[in-house]
């Protein structure tokens, strides 16, 4: 089956991560199938999602840089996903690694640079 067109797929994930008034949050876990209690979810912001690229796949990334709050445990995070709320919520993508593992202690952040965090159809 064929995949979608490359104006489809900016049109789906500007539709799903919307530039405007957005209310996504990153999750974070150690192990790529559950939540870390360590590290609470980072807001995204109403206008943290840049337009998707004009690409094959579409990418769709933050467009400022994403800062957690400090970490309330020593934690390894392996994997990150989207979250429609700050707590429970819908989870809206699957668990996905990051590039590079961070080991955090009490008191550590994660940061994302600008186009660092991205989503794609595949």
Known sequence: MAGLTQAL????LDYLFPTTGGT???AYSANGTSETA???????GATGWA???AATPSVKANANVLTSAAASGAVTVTHACIYSASTDGTQRTDWQAL???RTLAIGDKLEFAAAAFAITLD
Do not use: K
């Not at 797929?9 to 789906?12: E, G, P, S």
């Not at 360590?38 to 995204?44: D, I, M, P, Q, S």
């Open 9 to 12: 797929q900016q049109t789906a």
């Open 24 to 26: 996504d949050y990153i």
């Open 38 to 44: 360590n590290l609470a979810r980072t807001a995204v």
């Open 51 to 53: 337009s998707a690229t």
């Open 99 to 101: 590039g590079t593992s």
